[in-house]
Structure formats: structure tokens, C-alpha cells
């Protein structure tokens, strides 16, 4: 019986996509990398050689490259690593369109890569100790702003400071990556200057331009590789000294991840879809909270209760005044749009079971988001409330994850425009759809366990934000809906 | 050296020389025995342990009259450094060929404990709060014991160096100066374990140290000094504590065997070769 539940759930799980692994460093070994690098320069040497050294050493056969020399050195290897030494000017944007995965220090290239927006100190900058000494000190710190990302998981990355660089002011980059990129780390209390940022393949970079492999961007610059964080000797004992050296376990986590494979992405397939989370559905028991007695939405809340239940859930409804009570015996909290946000006060934040928001209001009391109506969260369509018009179309800016439902682009959401909430979460969460043209304003996304959410919260289990106004559900179109069944499986997903 | 009373103490061959460190005249003489390969002194305590690394002992003597006070067997085979920790009182003696590290407490003159170690041990330092810096000749590493618990708690690499055998702290800055026979001198953090400059030195095994100069002259507000076995010494110059050059070198004769400075006349002292059957002590200013 075990064997066969075992086996349920891996069905369940290869049928709707599945989260790559990382490789391990052992099979790095006879991976072919090309090492872009500019002119060497006597006054100012760089450390690309000890970079090529310890890229051999992680099993890489290297190719180099000049700035100057055409895309085409690529064909064949696996991964391209770009220095900071390689004049943006000349690299241009040669190697944005390249289906090869791509990590690189050169912060001036971002934008030529679509990183990045094309301006200095508001898309991207490099922080030198000749201009901005002070800040270059400050820049020896940076903050493990997502926990959860499989590279921050490689280096058991905390929601805490750590050390960048060896203690001497250097020169340091940090870019300000679309909300489809993950940032790891970031600096100076900005939540998107982010010192090392990644793409996930076919996500959505600067432009629209999908990326069309992997992508990272990181905080070193041509001189500083070997004075990355590292503990030895009686440091590497301290779980808290390993926990603040972490600059050269990240470069090489960040390497060995660009490198991996990125997951097959779920395949746009909404019968296959409702069939996978019928078949993760069976037995468990979602809780779904809305209002009594609604002034509207309460057919929608029906419907969604009864798309629930023909899905497999045993659901039971509590009004918003319920007291919380015995919320961690569910699978599943769903968050109606019905509740009031004043009534409903700060329950749910802190059960230890995944909540589905439906309300995009509620993001603050659940620390979703931010406190700053119309800057951390806001709405389209609202009548006296909102300049934006209202909308009925979503970017998937993130196809490749689970709760893309293999959507890709843009998608028409719901039938008829209307009220459409979005908020901008903190770096900890993954964004999966944006308001079009607006892609600071996120619609779906969700936060892992353990994540970092707004206010340094940790979450408890999986949180999604999926909005749906009081009557929205009954018109969804059928990639809509398609998008509710993914972000309901996600959040029931293991974690 | 014993700066305070102007004394050199110089091992050669069985017997210690006792200089007189302003005029170099021999002032007294301790027959050990065997082959010294190390001396310290403890000059609060008045003490003195000599290693014998054809006898494989340890020698204690009276700083004070020139006497041998003990003589301890050692289990080891070539002890070849020693060096004082002043926060646990304690002797440590580095076994080279048994590839150990053997404390004595230095009143009793007992061997408290030891630590084993893969392969050999050349070059001590020890902080004064609780760490032992310990070189493995042949590799990069550098051994790091608890002076007080006697445990081993891991080594840390000198990055660019290979064959590791001179050792220099400064206890303050906290910061190791590592040179290792192939030409490189590696300035470590020695709270982290983190090289984080690299400078060139003299080839083959080394001695060394590092001093504090007061007077600050020139901009040295400290030195690290090794003399490697091809001649070479070289003074590693403290700018700050995050900045490090090479400051000085200078060419002296192949063969250097020990090295020290004198807190007063702020000279460096080498032993050196001056031929086949005598020793020399090369004074070196600043």
C-alpha cells in the first residue's frame, strides 16, 4: 500500500512538470564553458585567471573568448560565463538570444542581455570604492533575500546578512531584474538591487524578451573573485561563521545551477491539469472562508466550493468571524474574495498549512506584501479607488513553473474586463503572471515554505495569490480556469 | 632571544651559545646534546626548552644559571619547533616525522597531551587565546588546535602556496603570514581562514616571524620576516591591518636555520651558515 501511494504521487507530480534537480558538482566534469574576458590590462589586473582556474577545477573544459569575437565560439558548450574585464560595448546584445545558459559579473552587460533596464543606478550599477567608498563597504554585506530558490537551498542560505567579499572596500554590482527573475540576495535594504539575481528559462527578462536558457547575474566585479566569503579551520565549525562566508558557495552554486537543466515546465493541457489535481486532490480537506450571507459573490463562491469538491476535496465552509481554530488539520485554506479584510483581522497568517488568497487585499495582514495601498498592492478596474482601467488579461512571465499551466504570453484571464488586483511581494516569492504592460503589478504568485515574506516573515507553508473579485471565478475563460486548477495544485504540492 | 637581558641564545650542533646580543661574544655555553633543531624561552618563568631532534627530547634549562633542568624522552621522532602560548602557559613542540604536536605545561614541565595530525608538522605559532597555528609540510595546509582542550579544529589552506613551512601571527591584526617553499608568502585571516593576499618570497622551507615596530618608521607599522633555505629574506610590510606588500628583501647565505628579532635594538637576527663547520649571526637593521 505504501509502495503504491509512493507511486500516486510521482505520477502526479511527473505528469504536470517537475522541478529539476541541480547537478551535482561531480557532473560538472567535461562540461564545456565558454569564459568571455576583455583585454588584459596591466594597470588594473583582473582575476579571470584564477576564475578559469577554479572553473577547471569545479570540471569545466574552457573555451575563451574575446569580447570582440562573434556568438558563434558558443556552438556546443554548456554554459557561457562572462567577466566583468568584457567591454559591454563590444559584446552588444550577441549573446541575449543564445539558448545557452548564461551567469555573469558584468553588470554594464546586463542591460545588453535584457537583465536589466538600460539605466545606470536605476537598473543597474557598480558600486567602486573610488566613487561611493562608504557604500562599497556596505556592499560587503548583502541580505539572503529568497531562502528557497535550489541555490539557496545549495548553500543553506538564511534570511540574514551575510558577507560578501573579504573585509577591504572593492567594487561591487547589483541589477534591478524584472519580477520574473528570482533575487537571491540583495543590497542596501533594497529589496530589488539585487546582487545576485537568476532567470528560470522562458521567463520573462527586460523587454519581454524571454530568456531563452538560464540566466544569473552576480555581484562580483574583474578583480574581487578571490576575496569571495569562505570559512576554513575553526570558522567552518560555527554553524553561524559558515552561515555569514557564503560568497564563493554561492558563485559556485550559481555556476553549478545555470549549468542544470531547467524543469520541463507543465504543458499546456487543462484536461491533463484537472486530472492531475483531481488525482492530488482525493481525500484532502480544504477549508474555505468567505462571508455568510454576501452581498455578492456568493454564486462564485458556490461555484468555486463545487469546483473544489468535483475535484476531489472535502471542503467545509467558515464564515470570516469563525474563529481560526483547528485551521491546521486542513490541506488547504482558501481565502474568499467575500471576506472583508477588516473583519477577517490577521487569521490564516500564521497557519502551518497552504493558503490560497483569492482576495488580493488581504495581502498585508497576511504578509504577502507590503502596507502601501497603490505601491505594494493595489487594484485595476475599481471604481473611486483606482485610475488603472480594469482589465481581463494576465503575462504569464514565468511559464515553466507549476502554476503557469503551461500558459505562456499573454493571456486573456477572465471573459468580460472588471477588477483586477495585484501586488508587488517581496523577493522571496515567484512571480508566475503580471498585469500586462505593468509588470511591477504581480497577479499570481506564491511564496515556498520557509520563504521570506514582507516584514522578514517566514511562511509558514505555501502561500498563492490568485485574484479573483467577489464574482470573478464564474467568469473565468478556460485558461483562467486552467490558472486556478494549477495554482490550487501548487499549493497542495509537496514543499 | 631574551631582548630585556641582552641575550642571544644560539643552537649549535650538542651544545646552546649564549651571545651577548650588543658586543657577540659568547657569554656562556649549555651542552644539551645531539642536535638542536629549536629553542624557546618563557622569560618570566626563566626557563628555557631546547629541542633535540636526533635524541628526541626536550631540554628544560635555567635561563638564569645555564643549567639543564629536566630532560623529557619524547615518544616522536624529530621534534622541530617550539613555541609558548601565553594564554595557556603552555610549551608545544612539533613532532615533525611523527606528524604530532606534544604540550607541556610550563611550570610542571609535564607533557600534558598531543595532537596527531596526517602526515608531518614543521612551523608553530600560537595566538594567546585559545589557537595553535600548526604547518604540514608538503601541503598548504595549516593546522589549527585548541591550546587548551588539545583538539584539532581543522585546517585552513593557503590558497596559492604549495609546501607550507614558514609560519608568522600577529596576534593582534590577527592575521597569518604563510611562507611556502614554492616562492609564496600568503597573509591569511586567521579568524576565517581566508587568504587574502598573495606576495612573493624565497624558495624552499622557511622561518619566521612577526614583529610590531613602535616607531612606525617609514610606514611599517609591522613585519612579517621569513629567510627561506635559498637565502632569501623577506620583509612583508603592514600598511594596515588589510594591507600587506612586500616591503624589503635582502640576499643572505643558503642554509638560514633560525630567525628573531630584537625587541630593543629593533635588529633581525639569522642564523646562518658561515661555513662548513660554524654558525653566524647576520644583524640586520631596519
Known amino acids: 500500500m505504501k509502495i503504491g501511494l509512493m507511486t500516486l504521487a510521482a505520477a502526479v507530480f511527473f505528469a504536470h512538470g517537475m522541478a529539476a534537480q541541480m547537478l551535482a558538482p561531480s557532473d560538472l566534469h567535461g562540461k564545456r564553458l565558454l569564459f568571455v574576458v576583455g583585454e588584459a590590462d596591466k594597470h588594473h589586473p583582473s582575476d579571470d585567471g584564477l576564475v578559469k582556474k577554479h572553473l577547471q577545477a569545479m570540471g569545466f573544459n574552457i573555451v575563451e573568448a574575446a569580447d570582440t569575437d562573434p556568438a558563434t565560439k558558443a556552438q556546443g558548450v554548456d554554459l557561457i560565463v562572462i567577466s566583468s574585464t568584457a567591454d559591454p560595448y563590444a559584446l552588444k546584445t550577441k549573446y541575449r538570444e543564445l539558448p545557452i545558459p548564461l551567469f555573469t559579473w558584468n553588470q554594464p552587460a546586463y542591460p545588453g542581455l535584457a537583465m536589466t533596464g538600460p539605466h545606470l543606478h536605476t537598473d543597474y550599477e557598480v558600486v567602486d ?57 540583495n543590497f542596501e535594504g533594497y529589496p530589488f538591487r539585487a546582487g545576485l539575481f537568476v532567470y528560470e528559462k522562458n521567463a520573462v527578462m527586460f523587454g519581454g524578451v524571454s530568456a531563452p536558457a538560464r540566466r544569473v547575474g552576480f555581484f562580483m566585479a574583474s578583480d574581487n573573485f578571490h576575496l569571495l566569503t569562505v570559512a576554513y579551520g575553526p570558522a567552518l565549525q560555527d554553524p553561524d561563521l559558515r552561515d555569514w562566508y557564503k560568497g564563493l558557495a554561492l558563485f559556485d552554486a550559481s555556476i553549478r545551477w545555470a549549468v542544470s537543466p531547467p524543469p520541463a515546465g507543465p504543458r499546456d493541457d487543462a484536461s491533463a491539469l484537472h486530472s492531475t489535481v483531481a488525482a492530488a486532490a482525493k481525500g484532502k480537506k480544504v477549508m474555505f472562508v468567505g462571508r455568510k450571507k454576501t452581498p455578492e459573490g456568493a454564486e462564485a463562491d458556490q461555484h468555486i466550493i463545487e469546483r473544489l469538491t468535483e475535484l476531489g476535496f472535502y471542503v467545509t465552509f467558515r464564515d470570516q468571524m469563525d474563529p481560526q481554530a483547528g485551521a491546521d488539520q486542513y490541506d488547504l485554506i482558501v481565502l474568499s474574495a467575500t471576506n472583508s479584510k477588516y473583519k477577517l483581522s490577521n487569521k490564516y497568517r500564521d497557519v502551518s498549512v497552504p493558503v490560497l488568497c483569492l482576495e488580493g487585499l488581504l495581502v498585508d495582514t497576511l504578509r504577502m506584501a507590503g502596507r502601501n495601498r497603490y505601491v505594494d498592492y493595489g487594484e485595476h478596474g475599481e471604481e473611486k479607488e483606482s485610475d488603472d482601467p480594469a482589465d481581463n488579461s494576465l503575462l504569464i512571465v514565468n511559464p515553466n513553473h507549476e502554476m503557469s499551466a503551461g500558459l505562456t504570453g499573454i493571456v486573456q484571464f477572465t471573459k468580460e474586463k472588471n477588477v483586477l488586483k495585484w501586488a508587488r511581494p517581496s523577493p522571496g516569492a515567484t512571480v508566475v503572471a503580471t498585469l500586462p504592460n505593468m509588470m511591477e503589478q504581480a497577479a499570481i504568485f506564491g511564496y515556498e515554505k520557509g520563504a521570506t515574506m514582507d516584514g522578514y516573515f517566514i511562511a509558514p507553508a505555501r502561500r498563492v495569490l490568485f485574484p479573483l473579485d467577489n464574482d470573478a471565478f464564474d467568469d473565468l475563460t478556460p485558461d483562467g480556469l486552467a490558472l486556478f486548477d494549477a495554482a490550487v495544485l501548487w499549493a497542495i504540492s509537496r514543499q | 632571544m631574551d631582548a630585556e637581558a641582552r641575550k642571544i641564545y644560539l643552537a649549535r650542533g650538542a ?19 645531539g642536535s638542536i633543531s629549536a629553542i624557546t624561552v618563557v622569560l618570566d618563568r626563566k626557563r628555557g626548552f631546547a629541542a633535540n631532534s636526533d635524541a628526541n627530547t626536550i631540554s628544560i634549562f635555567d635561563t638564569q644559571s645555564g643549567t639543564i633542568l629536566k630532560t623529557v624522552k619524547l615518544s616522536g621522532k624529530a621534534p622541530s619547533d617550539i613555541t609558548f602560548d601565553e594564554g595557556s602557559k603552555r610549551i608545544f613542540v612539533a613532532i615533525r616525522d611523527s606528524g604530532s604536536v606534544i604540550a607541556f605545561d610550563c611550570d ?21 587565546y585559545g589557537h595553535l597555528f600548526v604547518t604540514a609540510p608538503g601541503t598548504n595546509m595549516i593546522h589549527v588546535v585548541d591550546t587548551n582542550n588539545l583538539k584539532a579544529l581543522g585546517d585552513i589552506p593557503a590558497d596559492a602556496g604549495k609546501d607550507c613551512t614558514g609560519l608568522a601571527l600577529d596576534p593582534v591584526g590577527r592575521r597569518l603570514f604563510v611562507s611556502c617553499a614554492d616562492g609564496r608568502i600568503d597573509v591569511i585571516d586567521a579568524d576565517n581562514g581566508a587568504t587574502f593576499e598573495e606576495l612573493k618570497g624565497g624558495f624552499g622551507p622557511a622561518v619566521g616571524l612577526f614583529t610590531f615596530l613602535p616607531t612606525g618608521k617609514d610606514g611599517w607599522k609591522g613585519a612579517a620576516f621569513f629567510a627561506n633555505a635559498d637565502g632569501t629574506l623577506t620583509a612583508v610590510k603592514m600598511n594596515a591591518f588589510i594591507s600587506y606588500e612586500v616591503g624589503a628583501t635582502a640576499k643572505l647565505s643558503k642554509g638560514v636555520q633560525s630567525i628573531a628579532f630584537d625587541l630593543r635594538s629593533h635588529h633581525i637576527l639569522v642564523a646562518a651558515p658561515a661555513n662548513a663547520n660554524n654558525w653566524q649571526v647576520l644583524v640586520l637593521s631596519q
Open chain 1, 129 to 185: 570604492p573610488a566613487h561611493f567608498f562608504a557604500r562599497s563597504y556596505s556592499e560587503l554585506y548583502a541580505f539572503g533575500a529568497n531562502t528557497t530558490h535550489e541555490i539557496a537551498r545549495a548553500v543553506d542560505l538564511k534570511n540574514q546578512l551575510f558577507g560578501t567579499f573579504y573585509l577591504r572596500p572593492g567594487t561591487v554590482g547589483w541589477g534591478c531584474p524584472t519580477p520574473a527573475a528570482t533575487v537571491i540576495a
Open chain 2, 15 to 33: 651544545e646552546i651559545d649564549i651571545l651577548n646580543a650588543d658586543s657577540g661574544a659568547v657569554v656562556g655555553q649549555i651542552p644539551v646534546g
Open chain 2, 108 to 128: 610542571s614541565s609535564e607533557i600534558v597531551g598531543s595532537v596527531e595530525f596526517e602526515g608531518k608538522t614543521g612551523s608553530l605559532a600560537a595566538n594567546g
